[in-house]
């Protein structure tokens, strides 16, 4: 898989942000980075709050792409064919975006469709809460390799989409 990871996301910031897709992005960055930098890990296996937070970062990641298609297509046509473009690459190459397929639409999918969690709270052997998804997966991990995917796919939609200098 590649790693969309670079640059901090949350002292960078792209220098063009149009589109309205990035009013999502941001409140999973402010997730993101509450949840890098608080003391607990995501909840506690008593009270179900990182079950609440879990849906949230799911729901918030799915609705980056809605806005895209549902209201940045409207934009323009310029912008409704580099959107379109955009999705047919993600549906043309499914190994490419399998961070868009096997985790953000699937898991979204588990949440809002049948409330089933792909992701469950574990502790380590020192008594640390961690969530994990399918597979082993560090859940958290897969989250924040999401928002970095979706900053760099807006990013390239922003250049694309640019008037003309």
């Known amino acids: 898989m590649t790693s969309y990871v670079t640059g901090d996301i949350f002292v960078r910031s792209p220098p063009q942000q149009t589109l ?8 999973c960055v402010s997730i993101l980075f509450q949840f890098q930098n608080s003391d607990v890990a995501d ?7 990182w079950r609440i937070y879990w849906v949230a970062r799911l729901a918030l990641l799915r609705t980056v792409g809605h806005v895209l298609a549902k209201v940045d297509a409207k934009t323009s046509s310029k912008h409704a064919d580099a959107i379109d473009e955009l999705w047919k690459g993600f549906q043309a190459d499914r190994a490419g975006s399998t961070i868009f397929w096997d985790f953000i639409e699937r898991e979204r999918n588990n949440l809002l469709k ?3 969690f792909g992701a469950r ?3 380590d052997e020192g008594g640390c809460a961690y969530v994990e ?10 989250f924040r390799e999401a ?3 979706w900053r760099h796919h ?3 939609l922003e250049r694309e989409v640019a008037p003309p200098v």
Do not use: N
Not at 20 to 27: I, K, T
Not at 43 to 49: V, W
Not at 134 to 139: N, Y
């Open 20 to 27: 309205e897709a990035w009013a999502p992005l941001w409140d």
């Open 154 to 156: 807006l990013m390239a």
């Open 147 to 149: 928002v970095y995917w």
């Open 43 to 49: 909840g506690d296996e008593e009270l179900p709050e």
């Open 121 to 123: 709270l574990e502790w």
């Open 133 to 142: 998804f399918d597979e082993g997966l560090d859940a958290f991990q897969l």
């Open 114 to 116: 049948t409330y089933s």
